[in-house]
């Protein structure tokens, strides 16, 4: 790969560093991983849309949309170029990720015209919040085993069932869920995705709360909820491609390096605690796990890398998504240790007197939750070894049977 801008892209690198400069918040240094851990409520919701519309207005959000629909018009490296001035600030952009990341392209790739009308200007400018209705309780890693059904009422599609694990399905106006239409087609089939506006009646948002305290998702139950036929999304039938659409944009956001970690927070954080009540900067164990996390954080720099010369020759990204997922999460976790680690008993104080005042417990207690979200950890070594490694496939034996014969929907 040509590691070097583009004149055309070195052009857009300068303009979207001047605008951040401008209008843009730094993020303080000891504050830790960010993005998606630090989860951000309804009460944030104000200032998040405040701050989408600028990004509207400058044309640095939707940087890969088509200009018709609001977008720029621009070029995935563009977008990335845009990722990687952002991150140094702290953007209080992250409760539209499932709008701009997984809906957005997905409508673009699958909507009718009408429906991209509808719906992509009101995303970009942060009008509409959008979640993501996918897992179940007996359906994540095998998603296409859901069970909520749809039956066809005249003009409505009425569904029935539940989903869960939903991030911000308790401020979200909108949601993307396939659903089961046909469960006598074989489970891959059989499926529809449809746009749900989440304040029809019949849908019931119940917040679940994890260990960090926050309550970053939720339960959704649907009980007899009328979605308009002209909310679906794709073919009948043919969700599970659209489905895809958005898994894959899904893998390229969590392993496109968003998530960036600068290992100089932790330096900074050893430091601080040796002025403190430790030596951490100079402990040798420390030190050595510094360097790890330092060349952990080099080589997902690297396979970022793979996936970028893909997207610059116009390709789609292979497995190496997977492979960064994978190398993220184990990361996440050696980061949360070591911080801890480095705080000695303060690490135990959640609001404590630590340097970091809490954010790099929060870190630590959000880090294993990296591990499941968008696809296990034993699901991203699957895809390795089957698609990197060409092992044989994980038997299915109910894949080409209907549905409905072993299971009920
Ligand atoms: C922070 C967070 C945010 C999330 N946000 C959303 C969201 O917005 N919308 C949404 O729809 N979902 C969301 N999810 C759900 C997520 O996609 C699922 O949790 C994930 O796909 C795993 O599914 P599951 O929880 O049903 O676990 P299961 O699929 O039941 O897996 C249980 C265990 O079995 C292992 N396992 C399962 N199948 C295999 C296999 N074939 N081979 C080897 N091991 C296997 C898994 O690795 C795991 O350890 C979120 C999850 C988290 C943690």
Not at 42 to 71: C, H, M, N, S, V
Not at 374 to 393: A, K, M, T, Y
Request: glycine letters at 12%.
């Amino acid at each position: 790969m040509d590691f070097e801008d583009s004149p055309a892209e070195a052009a857009f690198r300068k303009e979207a560093r001047a605008w951040l400069g401008r209008n843009a918040p730094l993020a303080a240094r000891t504050d830790g991983p960010r993005a998606m851990f630090t989860s951000r409520g309804a009460a944030d919701l104000p200032e998040a849309r405040r701050f989408q519309q600028l990004l509207a207005d400058a044309r640095l959000t939707a940087i890969t949309w088509p200009k018709e629909y609001g977008g720029r018009g621009g070029t995935v490296l563009e977008q990335v170029i845009f990722e990687e001035e952002a991150a140094p600030y702290d953007l209080p952009t992250s409760i539209f990720m499932v709008g701009m990341g997984l809906a957005g392209p997905t409508i673009i790739a699958h909507g009718t015209g009408e429906q991209k009308r509808r719906f992509l200007g009101p995303m970009l400018r942060g009008e509409e919040v959008w979640c993501q209705l996918f897992s179940e309780p007996g359906a994540g890693s095998d998603l296409a085993g859901m069970r909520t059904r749809a039956v066809r009422d005249g003009d409505t599609w009425v569904v029935s069932g539940q989903k869960v694990w939903n991030s911000g399905a308790q401020y979200s106006g909108w949601g993307i869920m396939p659903v089961r239409t046909d469960p006598d087609q074989p489970k891959h089939r059989g499926i529809s995705y449809f746009l749900v506006d989440m304040g029809t009646p019949g849908i019931d948002v119940r917040p679940l709360r994890q260990m960090t305290g926050d309550a970053h998702f939720c339960e959704v139950f649907l009980d007899e909820v009328p979605i308009p036929a002209e909310n679906l999304l794709g073919e009948l039938n043919g969700g599970w491609a659209v489905t895809q659409t958005t898994l894959m944009n899904e893998r390229m956001m969590i392993g496109g390096g968003g998530m960036g970690i600068d290992p100089a927070w932790l330096i900074e954080l050893a430091r601080g605690m040796s002025r403190g009540t430790g030596a951490a900067s100079t402990d040798p164990l420390v030190r050595q796990q510094l360097a790890d996390v330092y060349i952990r954080v080099e080589l997902i720099r690297y396979l970022r890398f793979r996936t970028l010369t893909a997207l610059g020759r116009g390709e789609v990204p292979g497995p190496e998504g997977s492979i960064i997922k994978l190398a993220m999460g184990q990361l996440l976790k050696r980061v949360g240790d070591l911080s801890l680690g480095i705080q000695g008993p303060n690490g135990a104080m959640l609001n404590g007197s630590a340097p970091a005042g809490g954010a790099w417990q929060l870190s630590f207690l959000a880090s294993p939750s990296i591990r499941i979200a968008g696809g296990s950890d034993e699901i991203q070594r699957n895809i390795i070894g089957e698609r990197v490694l060409g092992l044989p496939r994980e038997p299915d034996p109910n894949r080409q049977l209907p549905f409905a014969q072993y299971a009920s929907a």
